[in-house]
Nanobody, 119 residues
Framework: QVQLVESGGGLVQPGGSLRLSCAASGSIFSFNAMGWYRQAPGNQRELVADISSGGSRKYADSVKGRFTISRDKAKNTMYLQMNSLKPDDTAVYYC?????????????WGQGTQVTVSS
């Protein structure tokens, strides 16, 4: 069973930075893709950034140039470096992983970590 555990959320002032971590229970390179999603109150969950097993990265337009997704194979951990944070970035951030097989491509989710950007 895949387990994903997020950490690093918190309260930060506008313009500040946070780094989120997602620790996986197994090798992160066993996943076809990993990513970060977020959900603000009253909104649908949306993709923030993802990274494929080959290293291709994709970002939501709203975070391009401010957020960076990365991973550390040795630590089986994925990161999201968030700079120049804005109040609109306030949300619960979720780690996601996809592992495809002949039977499909199920999604695995972490429990979420709260990010609040406020003065």
């Amino acid at each position: 069973q895949v387990q994903l555990v997020e950490s690093g959320g918190g309260l930060v002032q506008p313009g500040g930075s946070l780094r989120l971590s997602c620790a996986a229970s197994g090798s992160i390179f066993s996943f076809n893709a990993m990513g970060w999603y977020r959900q603000a109150p009253g909104n649908q969950r949306e993709l923030v950034a993802d990274i494929s097993s080959g290293g291709s990265r994709k970002y939501a337009d709203s975070v391009k140039g401010r957020f960076t997704i990365s991973r550390d194979k040795a630590k089986n951990t994925m990161y999201l470096q968030m700079n120049s944070l804005k109040p609109d970035d306030t949300a619960v951030y979720y780690c996601n992983a996809k592992r495809c097989s002949a039977y499909g491509c199920p999604d695995y989710w972490g429990q979420g970590t709260q990010v609040t950007v406020s003065s």
